[in-house]
C-alpha cells in the first residue's frame, strides 16, 4: 500500500512538472515576436501587439516605419541582432501581466537586455 502511494505521488509530481508555465508562454511568444522583428516581418511583429486589431491605419504604418527605422540603426551602429535569447520571465500578479527579459546579441558582439511586458488574452500572449 505504501508503494502505491509514493507510485501516485511521483506520478503527480512528474505530471506537474512537465507542463509549460505561464512564465515559458510568455517568454516563447516574446522571443517570436522579436525574432519577427529582426527577420524585417514587421507587419508579425504589430501583429503581436495588444490590441493590435483596433490601431488605426495611419498608426499601424507608422509603428511599421519606427520599427525599420529602428533595424536599420541597429544595423548600422551594432551591425544588426544576430540573435535574441530568453533571460529570464517573472509574473508581476499585482499589475497583471508578465515582464519577459530578452537579450539581444548585436553583430559587433555587444549584447542589450529589454523587458517586453507581456499580457494574456483568450489563451494568447501579447506584448502591452
Given at each position: 500500500?505504501?508503494?502505491?502511494?509514493?507510485?501516485?505521488l511521483?506520478?503527480?509530481?512528474?505530471?506537474?512538472?512537465?507542463?509549460?508555465?505561464?512564465?515559458?508562454q510568455?517568454?516563447?511568444?516574446?522571443?517570436?515576436?522579436?525574432?519577427?522583428?529582426?527577420?524585417?516581418?514587421?507587419?508579425?511583429?504589430?501583429?503581436?501587439?495588444?490590441m493590435?486589431d483596433?490601431?488605426?491605419?495611419?498608426?499601424?504604418?507608422?509603428?511599421?516605419?519606427?520599427?525599420?527605422?529602428?533595424?536599420?540603426?541597429?544595423?548600422?551602429?551594432?551591425?544588426?541582432?544576430q540573435?535574441?535569447?530568453?533571460?529570464?520571465?517573472?509574473?508581476?500578479?499585482?499589475?497583471?501581466?508578465?515582464?519577459?527579459?530578452?537579450?539581444?546579441?548585436?553583430?559587433?558582439?555587444?549584447?542589450?537586455?529589454?523587458?517586453?511586458?507581456?499580457?494574456?488574452?483568450?489563451?494568447?500572449?501579447?506584448?502591452?
Amino acid at each position: 500500500m505504501r508503494k502505491l502511494v509514493y507510485l501516485i505521488l511521483i506520478v503527480i509530481v512528474v505530471a506537474c512538472s512537465t507542463g509549460v508555465s505561464r512564465e515559458e508562454q510568455a517568454a516563447l511568444a516574446a522571443k517570436g515576436y522579436y525574432t519577427h522583428l529582426v527577420q524585417g516581418e514587421y507587419e508579425q511583429f504589430v501583429e503581436g501587439r495588444f490590441m493590435a486589431d483596433s490601431l488605426p491605419a495611419d498608426y499601424r504604418s507608422q509603428l511599421i516605419e519606427g520599427y525599420k527605422q529602428f533595424v536599420a540603426q541597429q544595423m548600422e551602429a551594432r551591425k544588426g541582432i544576430q540573435e535574441v535569447s530568453v533571460s529570464r520571465a517573472y509574473t508581476d500578479s499585482l499589475a497583471g501581466y508578465t515582464n519577459v527579459l530578452l537579450m539581444l546579441c548585436y553583430g559587433d558582439s555587444t549584447t542589450e537586455e529589454v523587458v517586453v511586458p507581456m499580457v494574456e488574452r483568450d489563451g494568447r500572449w501579447m506584448m502591452k
